[in-house]
């Protein structure tokens, strides 16, 4: 019988690492120059595993959680397990185990470094990336939130299993946030419906300015959100799982996309919410399923 309502505790120990991390100049030149910076084994094993765990216990039905639940259509078609079709679980901010990593000591000294010491987290999703998924086409993350300043808003990536070039790794186009442009973006060839992609690719960056990010258990990449970055598909028979949370300063402003290429998605999104029964601005959604993680709540 399953274990419905089943409460896991969340762990705040984390005892294998200390928990703050100071970085030095050269990392911080490094983000702000290339717009992304890999930290190695920012996050301790015991987290991992209970991330890893959490996600089984979801997939398995055993436990109560807010999350919700992303299948990748074509490996659903197949009649395969839950954790083969199960593309990626979001808005895990209010779930008991995976909160700890948007709330992780270790994490946040890392943040606060570039966003300051009050903190809400924006956005967030444990993505599992089966054998069999498709890529993740290049796009901007910037694209999703109606939330400013740019340069106050830093995601957060965390490779969960072994990530290289076979299994889907994320790669980046370094530098590519220093222009000071939003692509229209949309749907995209293979990419299937679950992402948008940046419309007109090959007139990005050509296929060899691309740097693939290969990355072990615990290893984090910070990503500004306007850099250009995306994956590729999972062609090993190995998952590809990693833990994300974007953050922004709390003293960031919602701002009206209203006749900016984010328009569009903003009113599909509102749509969304209107059909089932919620009267809701944008922004409004963002609220509600951001969380305060440090200091003091303002603006978001
Ligand atoms: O994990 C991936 O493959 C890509 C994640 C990503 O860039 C995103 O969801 O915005
Ligand atoms: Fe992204």
């Known amino acids: 019988m399953p274990l419905k309502g089943l409460k896991v505790l969340p762990n705040p120990v984390f005892s294998e690492l200390p928990q703050n991390y100071r970085l030095s100049e050269e990392q911080k030149s490094f983000y702000w120059e290339n717009g992304y910076l890999v930290i190695k084994e920012l996050i301790d094993f015991t987290s991992l595993y209970s991330y890893k765990q959490r996600f089984l216990q979801i997939c398995k039905g055993i436990v109560d959680s807010p999350v919700m639940i992303v299948k990748e259509q074509a490996l659903f078609e197949k009649n395969l397990k839950p954790e083969e079709y199960i593309n990626k679980l979001q808005e895990i901010l209010y779930d008991d185990v995976f909160m700890t990593y948007g709330e992780h000591p270790r994490l946040l000294d890392v943040i606060s470094q570039f966003i300051g010491d009050d903190i809400t987290a924006i956005h967030s999703m444990f993505i599992n990336k089966p054998p069999g998924t498709a890529r993740h086409p290049p796009h901007q993350d910037l694209f999703y ?48 419906k679950l992402y948008h992609g940046i419309l007109n690719e090959e007139t990005l960056a050509p296929e060899h300015a691309r740097v693939s990010v290969d990355m072990a258990p615990g290893d984090t990449v910070l990503l500004h959100p306007r850099l250009l970055h995306g994956s590729g598909p999972n062609r090993t028979q190995r998952h590809r799982k990693a833990i994300t949370v974007h953050f922004a300063s709390s003293a960031c402003e919602y701002v009206d996309v209203r006749g900016s ?3 569009r998605l903003a009113a599909d999104v509102q749509a969304a919410a209107t059909r089932r ?18 200091g003091v709540r303002s603006n978001l």
């Open 277 to 294: 029964g919620l009267r809701v601005s944008y922004q409004d959604i963002w609220r509600y399923k951001s969380k305060q993680v440090k």
């Open 145 to 192: 939130f109606p939330i400013r300043p740019v340069d106050k808003i830093i995601g957060s990536w965390t490779a969960v299993d072994h990530v290289n070039k076979d299994n889907g790794c994320l790669y980046v186009i370094p530098k590519s946030h220093k222009q000071d442009i939003l692509y229209p973006h949309g749907d995209v060839p293979e990419a299937g």
């Open 261 to 263: 290429v984010q328009e």
